[in-house]
């Protein structure tokens, strides 16, 4: 069975640094494509990068590139998702999931999915 477990995530001030972890069982990673996602309250989940079964990575959101790096870690199955100098808006909830296909950024694709780890930026 699949199962996905996002970490890493916690309080930081404006201009930070974290990176999320998404650490999976029941599956190598670097057979799927696996997406990151956030969720502020109120608002829809929506994709932060992404990392296809060839290693391909790939950012949605303009607010996001260049602040953010996905990487995958074979040996311990698995994908990392730097974020550098975060921002007040960055605040939300950040999901992994997983696929068999390429990248793309729409939830429907994607699942199952972990439970999330929170990231608040606030000064």
């Known amino acids: 069975q699949l199962q996905l477990v996002e970490s890493g995530g916690g309080l930081v001030q404006p201009g930070g640094s974290l990176r999320l972890s998404c650490a999976a069982s029941?599956?190598?990673?670097?057979?799927?494509?696996i997406g990151w996602f956030r969720q502020a309250p109120g608002k829809e989940r929506e994709g932060v990068s992404c990392i296809d079964d060839r290693g391909v990575a790939t950012d949605y959101p303009d607010s996001v590139k260049g602040r953010v790096t996905i990487s995958r870690d074979d040996a311990k199955n698995t994908v990392y998702l730097q974020m550098n100098n975060l921002k007040p808006e960055d605040t939300a909830a950040y999901y992994c999931a997983a696929r068999s296909g390429s990248c793309v950024f729409a939830v429907g694709y994607y699942g199952p999915w972990g439970q999330g780890t929170q990231v608040t930026v606030s000064s």
């Open positions: 029941g599956v190598t990673l670097r057979s799927y494509t």
